[in-house]
T-cell receptor, first 117, second 113 residues
Framework: DGGITQSPKYLFRKEGQNVTLSCEQNLNHDAMYWYRQDPGQGLRLIYYSQIVNDFQKGDIAEGYSVSREKKESFPLTVTSAQKNPTAFYLC????????????????FGEGSRLTVL | QKEVEQNSGPLSVPEGAIASLNCTYSDRVSQSFFWYRQYSGKSPELIMSIYSNGDKEDGRFTAQLNKASQYVSLLIRDSQPSDSATYLCAVRPIYNQGGKLIFGQGTELSVKP
């Protein structure tokens, strides 16, 4: 079955540590995204990538880093520079159609819940 | 002013009633509009997309778009307890070809048996 797999589902981090969240998709989608969700809040975009070896900052990129070495994979590193990393992290992908860019119809993974101790 | 605004709720409706969820957006030239449903503790899933003025129906769901008034709504007919979730409105601005969406904060819907 096609889909997006995020791991781990739950992660605990000590202050000062970097952690990496995995996101793998087998949907053959070009574009991938990382969103952050805080309780009672909507989704805020951290980073996105439209093609391999290229990515752009979203609205809240500070303290995060990404890579896109393969079409299927878009890992997110939460660095120690992120002051308030406790949140629900969502990876998503979308198909690129024609010349009008991506559709905006996102498929989400199950999410990774990060807690800083 | 937030780019995409929704009433956070909770919106409570009895089973079988029509639930009406509303969303306003600030960018007049936005092109694409989406409704995502998110159950508690789960990830969002796309339930409706709408691109032109008017109504779009899919089963018990109807999305309504009014670009002149800059609002988009979602109607859920014959509401069921299984519809209880948070509904996220998302807007894709015309200038963005990367598929970047701007999300509202979501409206929590509770359908009472």
């Amino acid at each position: 079955d096609g889909g997006i797999t995020q791991s781990p589902k739950y992660l605990f981090r000590k202050e000062g540590q970097n952690v990496t969240l995995s996101c793998e998709q087998n949907l053959n989608h070009d574009a991938m995204y990382w969103y952050r969700q805080d309780p009672g809040q909507g989704l805020r975009l951290i980073y996105y990538s439209q093609i391999v070896n290229d990515f752009q900052k979203g609205d809240i990129a500070e303290g995060y880093s990404v890579s896109r070495e393969k079409k299927e994979s878009f890992p997110l590193t939460v660095t120690s520079a992120q002051k308030n990393p406790t949140a629900f992290y969502l990876c998503a992908s979308s198909i690129r159609r024609g010349t009008s860019g991506n559709t905006g119809e996102l498929f989400f993974g199950e999410g990774s819940r990060l807690t800083v101790l | 002013q937030k780019e995409v605004e929704q009433n956070s709720g909770p919106l409570s409706v009895p089973e079988g009633a029509i639930a009406s969820l509303n969303c306003t957006y600030s960018d007049r030239v936005s092109q694409s509009f989406f409704w995502y449903r998110q159950y508690s503790g789960k990830s969002p899933e796309l339930i409706m997309s709408i691109y032109s003025n008017g109504d779009k129906e899919d089963g018990r769901f109807t999305a309504q778009l009014n670009k002149a008034s800059q609002y988009v709504s979602l109607l859920i007919r014959d509401s069921q307890p299984s519809d209880s979730a948070t509904y996220l409105c998302a807007v894709r601005p015309i200038y963005n070809q990367g598929g970047k969406l701007i999300f509202g904060q979501g409206t929590e819907l509770s359908v009472k048996p």
